[in-house]
């Protein structure tokens, strides 16, 4: 019986949690949404494995930025650093909140570091799988 009572008390605790997290992300998503079923009439919705994929993988477009973690280390929830040196705050929103919340910011971002990762510009699929990862941290 007391581990009935665990788990319904895990859920009344964690359920509002999960629900919330990534709750000041969802305007940004919504919009990477709207796009990536523009781009692609199969789009079925954002997976943050997907997201886990991209952020871990070595692009290789550049021998200076080959990934992502070359600056965000492979622990979205530690902090990184540029090649600059300048301090990163970690990319998980669970400890940097306000990560991915200004639009103009987000695309800044993306666009630049799209580009000196992969070589392209990010598509709404992958920026939307990658924000969903993110919030799930």
């Known amino acids: 019986m007391k581990s009935r009572q665990f788990i319904a008390l895990s859920c009344i605790v964690l359920l509002p949690a999960m629900a919330y997290a990534g709750a000041a992300q969802k305007p940004i998503i919504d919009s990477y949404l709207a796009a990536a079923k523009a781009e692609n009439a199969a789009f079925s919705g954002f997976s943050a494995e ?26 979205p929830t530690k902090a990184g650093q540029t090649r600059a040196g300048k301090d990163v705050a970690p990319m998980a929103v669970s400890k940097t909140p306000d990560r991915f919340t200004d639009a103009e910011k987000v695309e800044k971002w993306f666009t630049r570091n799209c580009q000196s990762v992969i070589g392209r510009a990010c598509t709404a ?5 990658f924000i969903t990862f993110m919030a799930s941290l």
């Open 50 to 75: 997907r997201g886990k994929s991209f952020f871990l993988a070595k692009h290789d477009a550049s021998s200076e930025t080959p990934s992502c973690t070359t600056c965000h280390t492979s622990d």
């Open 125 to 129: 699929q992958e920026k939307g799988d």
